[in-house]
């Protein structure tokens, strides 16, 4: 297949200039993607892969998806006077686009108002200040000596910024980058019991802030009821529930969110990654009125809620709805998992297959390289993610059922070739 246009280096030119420019902070893959269209993607020498990646779960809609291009399309397009969408403008000019995606989200999911920003990392930085001043304004804590506390999971992933890497459990996150934020309170993710006995006995703590599934953490799902467990604790310690669903959320577990499984609602609701259709940097935070505690000045993003951000924001959850794509995820999930685990039964390498709708985590024998296991998936054209020895296969929501048993092939027999 023929290159885009400005895209004619040598492979060999590529990976010197990926060396030589690039920051170090992310290992660096041996291949280099240039094309893309739905589940596939292809690298410069047109070679063939199936996105079992998708953008760290930013592509529930897959590459491409025609209702992304015709947002972006009627963006760009000028009108008769040679005007057009706007772009940037200020926060405190409310634009059209702006209402009809906040009306779209917080009906779809059930809430008063949404605070739109950009990264996950910067809604989840969100979430904390409003469950902080929450806490203050609610007589939680105490607003002189700010001894407000937030309770949070090991093995947590909420991004990388210096506030959240303070309350990580990964050294690698956090060495070098101290000192660290005060004002967390770590326990065991899982454990219903720790979390409510916490609660009794410190006074102070004005939020939980939990992961329903923990994505980065290797595909780890909790007990059942133990989400339902939280969501009680919270209510009887009158404390709020702030469920970061940023890769779990919008039909990934097979279901709008991944709380939905459990049939609880959360105080402060966190959207990201996929509600920007894999194109725009787009996160939410919902939440009711009496939790939406800002006033003007204490918070804002340049970008946050521009244009073309709730343009896109408003196609995604419109194409969710209207294409049914929870319970595609939760069925051709279910058909995957099922393939999955009876291909790789015996499989030397593999300790465990897990996961919910189209987020599967196959965890690794203790000792097993993961980067071998992705490098083989590679040749074997396949993209995928280690999750801390999982490796952590997200498919588009839109895949097809062959191209999922494809996918499914494709493993096993990087498997097999990696023993």
């Known amino acids: 297949m023929s290159q885009r246009k400005g895209h004619k280096k040598s492979e060999q030119d590529l990976r010197r200039d990926f060396a030589r420019l690039l920051s170090d902070h992310y290992d660096k893959m041996p291949i280099f993607p240039v094309r893309a269209r739905g589940s596939f993607i292809w690298d410069t020498e047109g070679r063939q892969y199936i996105d079992a990646v998708s953008g760290y779960s ?17 963006w760009l397009e000028p009108d008769e006077y040679g005007t057009g969408v706007l772009q940037v403008v200020p926060n405190v000019y409310g634009t059209p686009y702006l209402f009809d995606a906040s009306e779209m989200i917080t009906s779809m999911f059930g809430y008063d108002k949404v605070c739109w920003m950009n990264s996950g990392a910067e809604a989840v930085e969100t979430a904390l200040k409003l469950a902080r001043k929450w806490g203050y304004l609610h007589g939680k804590a105490n607003k002189k000596t700010h001894n407000a506390e937030i309770v949070v999971m090991d093995g947590n992933f909420h991004g ?13 996150y956090k060495a070098f980058f101290g000192p660290y934020m005060p004002g967390y309170l770590r326990i065991a993710f899982g454990d219903a019991a720790q979390l409510d006995d916490v609660l009794a006995k410190r006074h102070n703590i004005v939020a939980v802030l939990i992961e329903p599934i923990q994505g980065e953490g290797g595909v780890i799902i909790p007990p059942n009821g133990y989400l339902k467990a939280v969501r009680e604790s919270c209510t009887r310690h009158d404390v709020l529930m702030i469920a970061d669903e ?4 919008l039909g990934r577990t097979g279901a709008l969110t991944a709380c939905d499984h459990d049939g609880i609602r959360p105080d402060l609701l966190i959207l990201g990654k996929s509600l920007g259709g894999g194109v725009e940097p787009v996160s939410a935070i919902l939440g009711n009125e009496q939790f939406m505690v800002f006033t003007s000045g204490e918070h804002g993003s340049t970008y946050a809620g521009n244009p073309l951000a709730t343009i896109i924001a408003k196609a995604v959850l419109e194409t ?5 794509l929870c319970g595609r995820s939760r069925n051709l999930g279910a058909h995957f998992q099922a393939a999955l685990t009876a291909k790789l039964a015996g499989n030397p390498l593999v300790s465990e297959i897990r996961g919910r709708g189209l987020m599967i985590g196959i965890e690794l024998v203790p000792g097993t390289s993961a980067k071998h296991i992705l490098k083989t998936l590679l040749d074997c054209g396949v993209m995928c993610k280690d999750a801390h020895g999982v490796i952590r296969i997200s498919p588009p929501l839109t895949t097809d059922a062959d191209t999922l048993d494809d996918l499914a092939n494709r493993i096993a027999r990087a498997f097999t070739i990696a023993v």
Do not use: M, V
């Open 320 to 324: 969710i709805e209207r294409d049914g």
């Open 160 to 172: 990388r910024t210096t506030g959240i890497i303070s309350f990580s459990s990964e050294n690698k």
């Open 58 to 74: 930013c592509l529930n809609l897959g590459h491409r998806h025609p209702a992304i291009l015709a947002a972006i399309r009627d």
């Open 246 to 249: 940023i890769q779990t959320g």
